[in-house]
């Protein structure tokens, strides 16, 4: 049996959706039609229920569908069983929002040129929910995730990092360098120029702002945190991003840190399928992860060292 028809099952199952589907996997729509039938004459009984709300799993749907995963996950020990010797090499896609693809990923990979030369890494920008879809799909091999909590079913996910914000204006704003704090209820009177819904330091800060009693804030939302950064450089307004985002700025001094109220760092998760075995490519881009952050937050930085592994993901 082909296993991209069980593959195409357990995503038809997760999204109840052929559209949906058909989008995770990257194919059309009726190819994904197509390969649920196949699946269904090859077993020989019916697996979904075609409904106006979607696609339901029948009674011998649901039985069969963690068949299906233990099928999948076989597949997976296969080939990791059939690399085990020799040079690491492979593929790894890795799903990460804007901020931490612009800032850490770089030299996550020019680490891993120096280590495992045969190692190609695939960055896929993505937030928290299309990275936890493409894990359960398998097409994504790990993802990073900015969240305070990173609990997913299917998912395993371990918080390897923190990282600090920074709360940021122009040189020439009226709240650089101010001795005194600047409170949260004169904040809530600035404008400010947030990175996307769903960032999750962005939504944190606007909620803070709007929960300001009397306050009416002026939130702008941007998909790139450069556009943002551009903006507040530009003097129009304030945001908020990681200092890993924003160091070269602030040392140049086109922007400048706000004295204001404290804020609290955000979590990495790093993230894997929860019953998935990662291939030996996958385990080194994993190990090097960590280690990467490991040193930033030490503040330090150093070579890697062949043979370091990546924390056990069950």
């Given amino acids: 049996m ?30 994904v039609t197509v390969q649920i039938r196949a699946l269904e004459k090859a077993l ?41 010797d020799g040079p690491v090499s492979g593929t790894v896609v890795v799903g990460a929002g804007e901020t931490l693809c612009s800032a850490h990923l770089p030299g996550v990979i020019a680490a891993l040129r ?46 390897i990092a923190g990282q600090s914000l920074v709360l940021l204006c122009a040189p020439d704003h009226p709240l650089a360098d101010r001795a005194r704090p600047a409170t949260w209820q004169e904040l809530a009177r600035e404008s400010f120029f947030l990175h996307e819904q769903g960032c999750s330091y962005s939504d944190w800060l606007a909620e803070r ?56 760092d955000v979590s990495v998760h790093l993230a894997r399928h929860g019953r998935r075995r990662p291939s030996r490519a996958a385990h080194a881009v994993a190990a090097q992860v960590v280690r990467h952050f490991q040193q930033a937050t030490e503040g330090r930085a150093g070579p890697a060292k062949k043979g370091d592994h990546a924390p056990a993901h069950g």
């Fill in 2 to 31: 082909d296993t991209r028809l069980l593959q195409t099952f357990t995503a038809l199952a997760r999204t109840e959706s052929f559209t949906g589907a058909a989008a995770e996997l990257q194919l059309a729509q009726s190819t």
């Fill in 44 to 84: 020989g009984t019916r697996l979904f229920d075609r409904l106006a709300r979607g696609a339901l799993l029948t009674e011998a749907g649901r039985r069969l569908l963690t068949l299906a995963e233990e099928v999948l996950e076989a597949e997976s020990r296969l080939f990791a069983a059939a690399t085990e």
């Fill in 114 to 159: 120096g280590l495992h030369p045969d190692v190609e890494v695939h960055l896929e920008p993505c937030g928290t929910t299309r990275a936890v879809e493409g894990l359960r799909s398998g097409r994504l091999d790990c993802a990073l995730l900015l969240e305070e909590q990173a609990d997913f079913p299917g998912v395993t996910a371990e918080r």
């Fill in 209 to 264: 702002l709007q929960n300001v009693p009397g306050a009416r804030p002026r939130l702008t939302r941007f998909g790139s945190i450069e556009a943002a950064r551009s903006c507040v450089a530009a003097g129009l307004g304030l945001t908020v991003l990681p200092h890993a985002n924003v160091a070269e700025p602030l040392r140049d001094g086109r922007l400048t840190a706000v004295h204001g109220p404290s804020l609290p």
